[in-house]
């Protein structure tokens, strides 16, 4: 990019700065090491996450999610991975932070005209993370995922980016076979495997309940009875048991109370006394 602008301003963000500083460092190496380029670095700013083109307005500035892009205007943004790992991300504070570094810090520092490119790269661990809010909230965003594993639906007129099968798994950069594949896939489990490799926050469906079946409703869905009984309204009885023990203290006896719930398909479940 810089070699065909050299006065693009470009800025790299990560979940940590060290992240972040690594592209800095190979990006400045880059261009020291191929002088046919054309470029050359400005000696009064050499540091690996900041530094500048000689002669040229380019520069590369590198930091983490909790830094500041305080009066450095961006031509570029080029966010890799705003999430560490699953737990960061269904962190509600980390939650919050990257939303506040995007709307108080990218934002404003984004080119004006035409408008300034940025690029999100990140493992999809949950729905609402910052790819999936910012495609759901906003507009003029390209999304590119390419899924170790092709998941699409010739049915519904659905095409692989790279023209393969369904369940056909992509070339291993690392030499993996398709029983490294498929080794690979049931030692992960299924979470990491649709947010590492096939870049989707959850499974489509899952092994008991299918994300299809779940319902909403208005009002509970129950009956009546005078008795310590748990009703279901209706649907079929699945067959499946569960003991509760509860402990309690009666005229200074220990008393055990045992219920038991016989558990219905998607019904709503109450007890009264």
Not at 14 to 33: N, Q
Not at 69 to 79: A, C, E, H, N, Y
Not at 125 to 138: N, S, Y
Request: glycine content about 10%; charged content about 25%.
């Amino acid at each position: 990019m810089l070699h065909r602008n050299p006065n693009l301003r470009i800025a790299i963000v990560s979940f940590e700065h060290g992240i972040a500083t690594r592209w800095g460092r190979l990006i400045r190496e880059g261009v020291m090491s191929h002088l046919e380029l054309g470029l050359t670095l400005d000696p009064s700013t050499r540091a690996k996450h900041d530094w500048a083109l000689l002669g040229a307005g380019g520069s590369v500035y590198c930091c983490g999610i909790n830094g500041s892009l305080t009066s450095r205007p961006v031509d570029l943004l080029i966010i890799d991975d705003p999430y560490k790992n699953a737990e960061q991300a269904d962190s509600s504070a980390w939650q919050t932070t990257v939303r506040d570094f995007w709307t108080e810090v990218a934002l404003p520092r984004l080119g004006a005209g035409a408008g300034a490119p940025v690029v999100i790269i990140q493992t999809r661990w949950r729905d609402d993370d910052m790819a999936g809010w910012l495609a759901e909230e906003g507009d003029g965003w390209r999304v590119i995922n390419i899924p170790a594993q092709a998941d699409h639906d010739p049915e519904k007129c659905e095409t692989d980016i790279l023209g393969r099968q369904p369940g056909e798994y992509m070339l291993s950069a690392r030499g993996r076979k398709l029983a490294d594949w498929e080794k690979k896939k049931r030692e992960v489990g299924s979470r990491s495997w649709n947010a590492l490799y096939q870049g989707r926050p959850a499974p489509d469906s899952g092994n008991i309940l299918q994300r299809s079946w779940w319902q909403f409703y208005d009002e509970p869905l129950h009956l009546s009875q005078n008795d310590t009984l748990y009703a279901l309204s209706s649907g079929h009885d699945l067959g499946h048991t569960a003991a509760h023990k509860r402990r309690g203290q009666s005229s200074g006896k220990s008393v055990h109370e045992q219920e038991r719930i016989r558990f219905g398909s998607r019904r709503s479940v109450t007890r009264h006394q």
